[in-house]
């Protein structure tokens, strides 16, 4: 039986069961907010025999069922907060939120250790998400080509940065999409890159918080590479040819898309870096510029890959559930 670990709403996990279904496979999908609830728990058990995991619900399964886990990615598990709602106008609410929180934290590492030790793992439990810098940093070491980058709280800082490497750009350190903002209503704000502009630079103050700046690089093509045990499957992206999205061609999606064949040095390089980082999926991004290079921006560990799999034809979900089937089969 293969196990999915993965969230509501998450078209690509439905994608890759329809596979599984097509291929005769047994599985059982558990979203983060399932193990919240009262019907569908995780009992997780040790003796001196065999560590157990037991899933209830109408699919149940026990660890000894499990032959494969995909771990596309969880929602957070918060703690439900409607059993607790007698108490929620006391002092100490919060803190037993907390509290229950961190109980909740410790279980869920529990079943992702048992899962981890005793079954093949398709993503990293402990890696949903990376530190970008240190990505760079560890890319810089198995040879790949990464970008000038300065993190400071100091515009005098920048202004030397932009001496030394030209044009710069921003973007966030974190890998979070965005920020939500309550107005009268919530409302979402997508971080995206952007350029220092000179106007730009004459605004921002002389400290502000820590804050991210790369040269910006003179893309010819941006690449997006998904990671598959060992394989690179790479997607150009005709960025260049819109305005609109010459600096992050996340702003709009009407760019021609097409398969890419990276040179060999560069997906030894990636498949080095995965490895190091113990991931066997992932997205990968990298920009061609026009001298040549192959600069190394960041890796997303459970990032959305439809937009590689469709336009290039790799049918990745199917990939995916073969991947779990082979070792259904083993």
Same mark, same amino acid.
């Given at each position: 039986?293969?196990?999915?670990?993965?969230?509501?709403?998450?078209?690509?996990?439905?994608?890759?069961?329809?596979?599984?279904?097509?291929?005769?496979?047994?599985?059982?999908?558990?979203?983060?907010?399932?193990?919240?609830?009262?019907?569908?728990?995780?009992?997780?058990?040790?003796?001196?025999?065999?560590?157990?995991?037991?899933?209830?619900?109408?699919?149940?399964?026990?660890?000894?069922?499990?032959?494969?886990?995909?771990?596309?990615?969880?929602?957070?598990?918060?703690?439900?907060?409607?059993?607790?709602?007698?108490?929620?106008?006391? %002092?100490?609410?919060?803190?037993?939120?907390?509290?229950?929180?961190?109980?909740?934290?410790? %279980?869920?590492?529990?079943?992702?250790?048992?899962?981890?030790?005793?079954?093949?793992?398709?993503?990293?439990?402990?890696?949903?998400?990376?530190?970008?810098?240190?990505?760079?940093?560890?890319?810089?070491?198995?040879?790949?080509?990464?970008?000038?980058?300065?993190?400071?709280?100091?515009? %005098?800082?920048?202004?030397?940065?932009?001496?030394?490497?030209?044009?710069?750009?921003?973007?966030?350190?974190?890998?979070?999409?965005?920020?939500?903002?309550?107005?009268?209503?919530?409302?979402?704000?997508? $971080?995206?890159?952007?350029?220092?502009?000179?106007?730009?630079?004459?605004?921002?103050?002389?400290?502000?918080?820590?804050?991210?700046?790369?040269?910006?690089?003179?893309?010819?093509?941006?690449?997006?590479?998904?990671?598959?045990?060992?394989?690179?499957?790479?997607?150009?992206?005709?960025?260049?040819?819109?305005?609109?999205?010459?600096?992050?061609?996340?702003?709009?999606?009407?760019?021609?898309?097409?398969?890419?064949?990276?040179?060999?040095?560069?997906?030894?390089?990636?498949?080095?870096?995965?490895?190091?980082?113990?991931?066997?999926?992932? $997205?990968?991004?990298?920009?061609?510029?026009?001298?040549?290079?192959?600069?190394?921006?960041?890796?997303?560990?459970?990032?959305?890959?439809?937009?590689? $799999?469709?336009?290039?034809?790799?049918?990745?979900?199917?990939?995916? %559930?073969?991947?779990?089937?082979?070792?259904?089969?083993?």
């Amino acid at each position: 039986m293969v196990l999915i670990i993965s969230k509501d709403m998450e078209p690509s996990t439905d994608k890759v069961i329809d596979w599984l279904y097509y291929l005769g496979i047994p599985f059982r999908r558990i979203n983060g907010v399932d193990l919240l609830s009262p019907d569908l728990p995780a009992s997780l058990t040790i003796s001196q025999e065999k560590l157990d995991v037991h899933f209830m619900g109408d699919v149940k399964a026990d660890l000894s069922e499990i032959t494969a886990v995909w771990y596309r990615r969880d929602a957070t598990w918060h703690v439900l907060e409607a059993p607790i709602a007698a108490i929620r106008n006391e %002092a100490y609410y919060n803190d037993i939120v907390l509290h229950l929180n961190n109980e909740t934290s410790i %279980a869920k590492k529990a079943l992702y250790s048992f899962l981890n030790i005793e079954k093949k793992v398709l993503g990293n439990f402990g890696k949903s998400t990376l530190n970008k810098i240190e990505i760079l940093a560890l890319a810089k070491g198995v040879g790949l080509d990464v970008p000038a980058t300065l993190i400071t709280r100091s515009k %005098a800082d920048v202004r030397n940065f932009i001496d030394s490497h030209g044009p710069v750009i921003t973007k966030a350190l974190w890998e979070s999409p965005g920020i939500l903002i309550q107005k009268e209503q919530l409302e979402s704000y997508t $971080s995206y890159t952007e350029e220092i502009t000179p106007e730009i630079m004459e605004a921002i103050p002389e400290t502000f918080y820590y804050s991210l700046f790369q040269e910006k690089l003179e893309k010819e093509l941006d690449l997006r590479i998904f990671y598959l045990d060992g394989t690179c499957y790479a997607m150009a992206i005709f960025s260049q040819l819109n305005n609109q999205t010459k600096v992050d061609f996340r702003k709009y999606a009407n760019n021609r898309n097409v398969p890419y064949h990276l040179p060999e040095t560069v997906t030894q390089h990636i498949t080095q870096l995965m490895q190091l980082l113990q991931l066997n999926t992932g $997205s990968v991004d990298i920009v061609k510029t026009k001298d040549g290079r192959y600069a190394f921006l960041e890796i997303n560990p459970v990032g959305q890959y439809d937009m590689t $799999s469709v336009p290039c034809n790799y049918q990745l979900d199917k990939k995916i %559930a073969q991947f779990l089937s082979q070792h259904e089969q083993q």
